[in-house]
Structures are given as C-alpha cells and as structure tokens.
C-alpha cells in the first residue's frame, strides 16, 4: 500500500485529531474547509469589495453608524450649536444621500448574493452528482449481493423489495414522477377551492 506524503503542516494538523471522528470523516472536514478557502482566494477584486461592503452592512456598527450620522446631521441642521442648519427641515440633502446609499448598497447585496447563489448552484450539483454515483454503486452492489445469494442457495423473501432496489433510477423518470404527482395534487387543490 502506497503511504500518501503529507507537508509538515498536514502531518501537525494530523496529530491534533479528534479521537471520536474518524480518519475519512476529518479527511472529509479538511477538504471542504480547503475547497471554500480556494474559492475565497479565486473571488476578484470587485466580489470582495462587494462582500466586505455586504458584511458590515449587515452588522449592528452599522445601524449604530447610521443611527449617530442623522442624530448628527438633524442636530447641526437645528440650529442649536451656533451652526447655521445646511439641509433644513425636511432635510432634503439628507434623503438624497440616504436613497444613493441604498441604491449602492441594495447593488452590493445583489453582487453578493449571485455569487453565492452560483456556489450554492455548484455545490448542489457536485451532491446530485455524488447522490447518483452513490445510487448507482448501490445498485450494482445490491445486484452482486442477488448473484451471490443465488449461488449460495438462499431464497429472497416473497415481500422484499430487493428487485425494485435492484432496478437503476434515471433522474429524469423520477423528477418526472414529481412532477406529475405535484400536478395531480395542484388539480385536486383546484378542485376543492371550486
């Protein structure tokens, strides 16, 4: 058997193990933490502007920012401090700057959200992917299983299920057969409200 090379920081990573899991599990740990550190490394310059500008907007500094910026501003524009007020009552500077910032801002949450939406996108396609790998090996064990049970004389059980598990399922038959019982149960819905 062929002994992987691990760099010195794997094997230090390797000693610090958690006994109750075990080694594939981690393994597994280790390679999604490494795949999402990848994928942030691979963002340009305008995703991490737009993600760093998402991240503290989404933070209570920021109310609290905002929430200081138009005591501020309403104070200073009342006159009370010797200023003379710059943006008086209904302070219409004010909603300007506040409605620009919410175009920009509500942009950079769009920004942010397509790219996650497109990881989440590729993540559920590599699980389909994994799904139907696993379906099939499965498939192809529980045959091999039937073969071996056949050549040792056993006799399958008049109720198993072991041939319709033994059958190979297409995604497409079954997205079908959720489509078609969603539709059967939209037309009863229909029914009853009529």
């Not at 104070?75 to 909603?95: A, E, H, I, S």
């Not at 040792?152 to 038959?173: F, Q, R």
């Amino acid at each position: 058997m062929q002994q992987s090379q691990k760099n010195p920081k794997e094997q230090d990573d390797q000693g610090n193990n958690n006994p109750a899991l075990s080694k594939v599990i981690e393994k597994n740990i280790r390679t999604i933490i490494h795949l999402r550190t990848k994928a942030t490394r691979e963002r340009n310059i305008q995703d991490r502007m737009a993600d760093a500008v998402t991240s503290f907007s989404g933070r209570m500094v920021f109310v609290y920012v905002h929430i200081l910026w138009f005591g501020i501003w309403i104070l200073l524009n009342t006159g009370w401090f010797g200023v003379r007020g710059f943006d008086p009552f209904p302070y219409g500077l004010l909603t300007m700057v506040v409605s620009l910032e919410a175009i920009f801002l509500s942009t950079f949450v769009l920004i942010s959200q397509n790219r996650l939406s497109e990881e989440t996108e590729r993540r559920a396609d590599l699980a389909l992917h994994i799904g139907l790998l696993t379906e099939h090996e499965l498939t192809r064990v529980l045959q091999m299983l039937d073969v071996i049970q056949e050549k040792m004389g056993i006799v399958d059980h008049e109720n198993s299920d072991l041939a319709d598990l033994e059958m190979e399922t297409k995604p497409e038959d079954v997205l079908a057969e959720i489509h078609r019982l969603q539709a059967i149960e939209a037309e009863k819905r229909q029914a009853s409200y009529e």
